[in-house]
């Protein structure tokens, strides 16, 4: 029977996908309960009952199911008490008063958010009841607290977090357990194409017209000058009627005559030969300096006043770059940051935000990059008021793979909630089996789509763990590169440059001016 559901909602996506002028309220659930009051806890608050908190004893069935491990409708007339956030994946309709206080917060009639609609494939395969058993919780958080203190709260008040939590060693050490994995949270870094630019510096470069050539051909050079000065010199003293006589020039003279020779001013008038053939080599030696000189100092100068594209595959490249990087403040993706890198994550480059701030603060021009998830990403980029130009894309691979899903507590004993994350593993399991997980996330992204910026999702293949069979992913490829065609547009991943920005690559060394020097020599 499960197996027809996801069929039948497989089929009707599909025709919304090749028919895109159907709205998306094709897919409304009727009956759209609202918070339940009853079962209101402020925040990082406990119920003022007798267990401070409104979590279901599940010991009696798993005790009657120990014989007979069955967990198809094993949930019967069950009402899992779920603390469900105002997030990004639960979407409400409200009516207020005049005065704009909120009266009445239900579920969306048009679509609930891909998070209620897994809970109801859940619940509908499991036997269970959650629409007048949920609390809506705000996402927002106090400054003192992060998201890993939320989750512990929410866990110990409620059967079931529903929201993407982040599964981390260290949330697991809390007494938190996870059901199986529905939500891609790898890291990854997303900004505009302007942050793999690095502008020109305004400053004044003393030194700048030693650029052309490295420190080893300027030595070169002068040992040329002196030795060359020596040598014509020694060659024209020979013959009495040279250019040169004791009473005429000295040594140091002749010096002074190689190095305007240099410069390109010839004054030289040989008597010899020897000092004729000796003098052509040095002019026609700085004729070859003098012009590689030059070329190579008019490049220096144009690229010293032109932005360069920079290697930023990596968030270290990105921190080594100067990048100013925003986060979801309180994140599992912050903690992550703040523990690889504390000394960046203490700096002013590193900007906490709100979930949608942080990418607004790209588009505003006060971050370079945002590092967020991928899963996050996917639905963010067809959103029109976070990426309404197109601007934002990827940049560089994923830093991290990381895991999320619905946050159960690890209860084996008092209550026995890990009973109800083994049924909802079993379902998420055969859920992802039949492909319908790819249909409830087209289905949310198709929802989500406002702007045509989509044509990127077909080259993001959601990894869901590492035990997900190549068959599966392909289908992944396939389901979220045709709910692009909704709004068919074309951005595509940005791909980081080859480039590395390093000026002592345009340096002329021995290796390249070495025949110059052994043409004189």
Not at 485 to 496: C, F, I, L, P, Y
Not at 505 to 514: C, K, Q, R, S, V
């Amino acid at each position: 029977m499960a197996r027809t559901t996801g069929s039948m909602s497989g089929l009707l996506l599909r025709l919304l996908l090749v028919f895109p002028c159907f709205n998306v309220s094709f897919f409304q659930v009727t009956g759209q309960e609202a918070s339940n009051s009853s079962y209101h806890a402020d925040q990082f608050i406990y119920p003022n009952n007798a267990a401070r908190s409104y979590r279901n004893n599940f010991c009696d069935l798993l005790n009657g199911n120990r014989s007979n491990f069955e967990l198809d409708k094993s949930l019967s007339g069950v009402e899992i008490r779920v603390g469900l956030l105002e997030a990004a994946f639960a979407k409400f309709d409200y009516t207020y008063d005049e005065n704009g206080t909120v009266l009445n917060q239900t579920l969306s009639a048009k679509y609930p958010g891909l998070v209620p609609r897994l809970l109801d494939e859940l619940c509908g395969r499991s036997g269970c009841t959650w629409r007048t058993s949920y609390y809506a919780l705000s996402n927002d958080l106090p400054d003192d607290k992060t998201y890993a203190d939320y989750l512990v709260w929410i866990t110990d008040v409620y059967d079931l977090a529903a929201d993407w939590w982040m599964q981390s060693i260290e949330r697991l050490r809390t007494g938190t357990t996870f059901t199986d994995v529905w939500y891609d949270a790898s890291i990854i870094m997303v900004g505009k194409d302007e942050a793999k630019q690095k502008e020109p510096e305004d400053r004044l470069e003393l030194w700048g017209w030693l650029e052309p050539f490295s420190t080893t051909v300027w030595f070169v050079i002068v040992a040329t000058i002196f030795g060359s000065a020596a040598i014509y010199f020694a060659l024209e003293r020979i013959d009495p009627n040279s250019d040169i006589s004791e009473e005429q020039l000295t040594y140091m003279e002749t010096v002074w005559m190689f190095g305007t020779a240099v410069t390109g001013q010839f004054e030289f008038a040989p008597k010899t030969n020897a000092a004729r053939l000796f003098t052509f080599s040095i002019s026609f030696w700085a004729l070859l300096v003098i012009s590689a000189y030059t070329a190579n100092l008019a490049a220096f100068l144009v690229k010293r006043n032109q932005s360069v594209t920079i290697q930023l595959d990596t968030i270290e490249q990105a921190i080594n770059n100067g990048k100013k990087m925003c986060v979801w403040k309180g994140s599992n993706t912050d903690i992550s940051i703040s523990k690889e890198y504390p000394a960046f994550a203490d700096g002013k480059n590193y900007i906490r935000a709100s979930q949608e701030g942080s990418y607004k603060k790209v588009l505003s021009g006060e971050c370079d990059i945002v590092i967020t998830e991928q899963a996050t990403w996917d639905q963010f980029q067809v959103v029109r008021g976070i990426n309404g130009n197109c601007t934002l894309s990827q940049i560089g691979d994923t830093w991290q793979r990381k895991d999320a899903s619905f946050g159960i507590k690890g209860d084996s004993g008092q209550y026995c909630t890990s009973y109800l994350r083994d049924v909802f593993d079993y379902h998420l399991f055969a859920i992802k089996q039949e492909g319908l997980l790819e249909d409830l996330w087209a289905e949310e992204i198709l929802s989500a789509s406002t702007v045509n910026c989509a044509a990127g999702l077909g080259t993001a293949v959601r990894h869901l763990g590492d035990n997900q069979n190549s068959e599966l992913q392909m289908k992944k490829h396939r389901v979220l590169k045709a709910a692009a065609a909704k709004n068919a547009g074309s951005e595509g991943g940005a791909v980081a440059s080859n480039e590395n920005v390093d000026s002592n690559n345009d340096e002329l060394n021995m290796i390249n001016m070495g025949g110059v020097f052994i043409l004189h020599g």
